[in-house]
């Protein structure tokens, strides 16, 4: 079945630590995202790339950092400069343009200790 | 302004109520519309996406006004598992490449 797998589903992370989520998606798409949803609040844009080997910044990438070696990953770091990291991280992916829906991962949920 | 605004919510409706839920986009240049569903702790599924000429799926039936910038959602017949968030999802087919903008979300109960 094609879909956009995401690991781990729960995260714990220390205080001052990097830590790296994983999206992986075999329906392919160009387009991959990264967004961030806080409880109550709607989603943010953290990156998103179109293309391999080219990623654009979101509305809060501050303190992310992501790669896109493939066209199926698109790992997203949360560094320790991420003042509030604690968070629902969701990863989606969709074709190029916008005309069609994105479709999302079941997301991985952060919390820093 | 927003980008995407939607009704605050939370709505409370009896089974079987008819509700609407309305959202309005910003950028008169947007192209692709959405209402996705968003369950507690999950990731958010595509409901419908919405026409020119509107749309119905069963109980849910959506609309756009390109003049007025105005996006609907209607449901009849309200069922319990009708109780989630709906999305507002607009494509501002913008410069930037950012093909998604996503409302806050209203959030519906459906009471027994």
């Known amino acids: 079945d094609g879909g956009i797998t995401q690991s781990p589903k729960y995260l714990f992370r220390k205080e001052g630590q990097n830590v790296t989520l994983s999206c992986e998606q075999n329906?392919?798409?160009?387009?991959m995202y990264w967004y961030r949803q806080d409880p109550g609040q709607g989603l943010r844009l953290i990156y998103y790339s179109q293309i391999v080997n080219d990623f654009q910044k979101g509305d809060i990438a501050e303190g992310y950092s992501v790669s896109r070696e493939k066209k199926e990953s698109f790992p997203l770091t949360v560094t320790s400069a991420q003042k509030n990291p604690t968070a629902f991280y969701l990863c989606?992916?969709?074709?190029?343009?916008?005309?069609?829906?994105?479709?999302f991962g079941p997301g991985t949920r952060l919390t820093v200790l | 302004r927003k980008e995407v605004e939607q009704d605050p919510g939370p709505f409370n409706v009896p089974e079987g109520a008819t509700v609407a839920f309305n959202c309005t986009y910003s950028n008169s240049a947007s192209q692709s519309f959405f209402w996705y569903r968003q369950d507690c702790r999950k990731e958010p599924k595509l409901l419908m996406s919405?026409?020119?000429s509107g749309n119905e799926d069963g109980r849910f039936t959506a609309q756009l006004n390109r003049a007025s910038q105005y996006i609907s959602l209607l449901i009849r017949d309200s069922k319990l598992s009708d109780s989630a968030t709906y999305l507002c999802v607009v494509n501002p087919q913008d410069n930037y490449g950012q093909n998604f903008v996503f409302g806050p979300g209203t959030r519906l109960s459906v009471l027994p």
């Open positions: 919405v026409y020119s």
């Open positions: 329906l392919n798409h160009d387009a």
């Open positions: 989606a992916s969709s074709t190029l343009g916008g005309g069609d829906e994105q479709f």
